[in-house]
C-alpha cells in the first residue's frame, strides 16, 4: 500500500472471507497504524481464503510452501516484510520462512516477523498486540484521571490478540468476566483468572473455533451464537474481527453504563458504531489501540538487522513507550475543547507522516 516510511509491512490472513475488499481495508488502516508506531514501517497486508481450521499441519506445511513460490519475488527485508493476522501464527510463518530460505538462498530472517524464537523471533510478539492495547488504555485511563483496577472488562475473542489482552488485564487488577468465539460468547462471573487465561491457549490448539468447553470447565455460563455486547461492563475490548460490534451492540454497551470501547480488532466496530461511541463515551481506534503487534514487529526487525535479540523486559519497555507515546500523538492532534477525539487524533497523526514523506519524495 505505502512504502514511504519503510519497507511495505503488514500480516497476512488466511481465512474462508478474504477477498480484495477486506485486503484493502486492512491495507489502508495497516499504513497509518505503522506510521503512528514512530517506527520506519510502510504498509501492507495480505492473504489468502484458504481456512486453516479442520486442516492437518502437513496440509497447512504445504499450503505456506505453495503460497510463498509464488510471493518470494514480490518481498525481503529491505522490500515488503509480512506477518500473521487471522489464521497465520508461529506456526505458519515457521513454514513460509523455510520455503522462503530455501528459494532465495540466504539467510534473510528479517523478511518475516512473528517467527519463532530460534530464528530470530521477538521476546514479546505474541502477546504484543494485547499488551499495547491495555497499554494504550491505560494511557487513556491516566489522562481521564482513572486506574484500571476493580474495573469489569468484556472482552470478544479468544485467539491470539484476546490472549494477549486478557493477560495484562487479569495481571493489573481488572475483573475480565466475558470471552468469545463463532459460537457464542463465556460469562464467567467471578473474572478469569490466569489459569482461565491460560486455557484460551488450548482452546485455540483445539482447533475447533469454539469457547463453550470454557464453561464447563470453569462453572462459567455459555450463551450460544451471542455476542458479549450484552453484558454489564465499564469497558469493552472487541478482539475478534471486523465488524464485531455494531450500533445496536454500541447503544447496548452505553446503557449498560460501559465508560470506554477499546476497538482491539482491526475495524472491529461498525462505522455507525464508531460515530455513536465516540459522540457517547470514550472509544479508542484499532489502528492505534492495537498497534503494538506491528509495533513490535518492527523490533523484530531491528533485531534481525542487527543479528542481536533484547530481552523480554526490554521489548516490554520498548512496546510500553511506544503506546505512550501513539497516545501522546492522538491527543495531540485530537483535541476538541475539554475532550479528546481518539479517532480523529490517530487518523491526523498517522496521515500526516506519512503524506510529509511522500511529498518530500516528489510522489505527491
Ligand atoms: N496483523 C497485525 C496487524 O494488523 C500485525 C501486522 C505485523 O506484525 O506486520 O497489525
Request: hydrophobic letters at 40%; aromatic letters at 10%.
Amino acid at each position: 500500500f505505502n512504502g514511504a516510511i519503510g519497507p511495505y509491512k503488514g500480516g497476512l490472513r488466511f481465512a474462508p472471507s478474504v477477498n480484495l475488499s477486506i485486503m484493502k481495508f486492512l491495507g489502508f488502516e495497516q499504513t497509518f497504524k505503522d506510521s503512528l508506531t514512530t517506527l520506519p514501517i510502510g504498509g501492507a497486508k495480505g492473504g489468502s481464503d484458504f481456512d486453516p481450521n479442520g486442516k492437518s499441519d502437513r496440509e497447512v506445511m504445504r499450503f505456506c510452501q505453495a503460497f510463498m513460490t509464488e510471493l518470494y519475488r514480490h518481498i525481503g527485508p529491505d522490500v515488503d516484510v509480512p506477518a500473521g493476522d487471522l489464521g497465520v501464527g508461529g506456526r505458519e510463518i515457521g513454514y513460509l520462512f523455510g520455503q522462503y530460505r530455501k528459494l532465495r538462498g540466504a539467510y534473510e530472517n528479517g523478511v518475516l516477523t512473528g517467527k519463532a524464537r530460534s530464528f530470530g523471533g521477538s521476546l514479546i510478539r505474541p502477546e504484543a498486540t494485547g499488551f499495547g492495547a491495555v497499554y494504550y488504555l491505560e494511557s487513556v485511563m491516566k489522562h481521564e484521571h482513572d486506574t484500571l483496577e476493580g474495573k469489569t472488562v468484556a472482552v470478544a475473542g479468544f485467539g491470539n490478540v484476546a490472549w494477549g489482552a486478557a493477560q495484562k488485564l487479569v495481571q493489573l487488577g481488572a475483573k475480565l468476566v466475558t470471552i468469545s468465539g463463532p459460537d457464542g460468547y463465556i460469562y464467567d462471573e467471578k473474572g478469569l483468572t490466569q489459569e482461565g487465561v491460560d486455557y484460551m491457549l488450548e482452546l485455540r490448539a483445539s482447533n475447533n473455533d469454539v469457547v463453550a468447553p470454557y464453561a464447563e470447565k470453569f462453572g462459567a455460563k455459555f450463551f450460544p451464537k451471542a455476542k458479549p455486547w450484552e453484558v454489564k461492563c465499564d469497558i469493552a475490548f472487541p478482539c475478534a474481527i471486523q465488524n464485531e460490534l455494531n450500533e445496536e451492540d454500541a447503544k447496548k454497551l452505553v446503557a449498560n453504563g460501559c465508560q470506554m470501547v477499546v476497538e482491539t480488532s482491526n475495524m472491529g466496530c461498525t462505522a455507525e458504531a464508531v460515530n455513536y461511541l465516540n459522540e457517547h463515551i470514550t472509544f479508542a481506534p484499532g489502528k492505534a489501540a492495537n498497534a503494538g503487534g506491528v509495533a513490535v514487529s518492527g523490533l523484530e526487525m531491528s533485531q534481525n538487522s542487527m543479528r542481536y535479540s533484547w530481552t523480554a523486559e526490554e521489548v516490554d519497555a520498548k512496546l510500553s513507550q511506544i503506546m505512550k507515546d501513539i497516545h501522546d500523538t492522538c491527543v495531540k492532534f485530537g483535541r476538541e475543547g475539554n475532550k479528546i477525539n481518539y479517532v480523529k487524533g490517530a487518523n491526523i497523526g498517522g496521515f500526516i507522516k506519512v503524506a510529509e514523506a511522500m511529498c518530500a519524495q516528489g510522489h505527491c
